[in-house]
């Protein structure tokens, strides 16, 4: 009886987890520093933007949606342009700065850019 109550609990815990979680926040992964985005459609999604410098008043950089409005055409005309997910972009983290997260673009071919998130809108692993 003891274990299948333990069961239950933990099984109760990774539930709660992965719905606290299902929030679609981008994550970066602390053991290879990658950033990654998977947006489920189904689910309501904020936008997430990248700004050059750490101010949500400066140039927009990037933006994550899964809106096709957000995305289609790049609206916001972003430089590194407009993505429902992080699947077709490679994305690593550099540094914390205040409220921001610092992250590099990197496309073979050109020079590394570099984009801020809002610290709050990003999780870490």
Same mark, same amino acid.
């Given at each position: 009886m003891k274990n299948l109550l333990t069961l239950l609990g933990v099984l109760y815990i990774s539930f709660f987890?992965?719905?606290?979680?299902?929030?679609?926040?981008?994550?970066?992964?602390?053991?290879?520093?990658?950033?990654?985005? &998977?947006?489920?459609? &189904?689910?309501?999604?904020?936008?997430?933007l990248g700004f050059l410098l750490p101010d949500v008043e400066s140039k927009k950089m990037i933006c994550f949606s899964s809106y096709t409005s957000d995305v289609e055409n790049n609206p916001y005309k972003c430089e590194l342009g407009a993505y429902y997910d992080s699947s077709d972009v490679n994305i690593e983290f550099v540094t914390i700065e205040g409220n921001f997260v610092k992250l590099k673009f990197k496309k073979e071919g050109d020079e590394d850019k570099f984009f801020y998130i809002e610290k709050e809108k990003i999780r870490f692993q």
């Open positions: 987890n992965n719905f606290c979680y299902s929030q679609n926040l981008p994550y970066v992964s602390m053991e290879d520093k990658s950033f990654s985005l &998977f947006i489920d459609k &189904f689910d309501e999604q904020p936008l997430v």
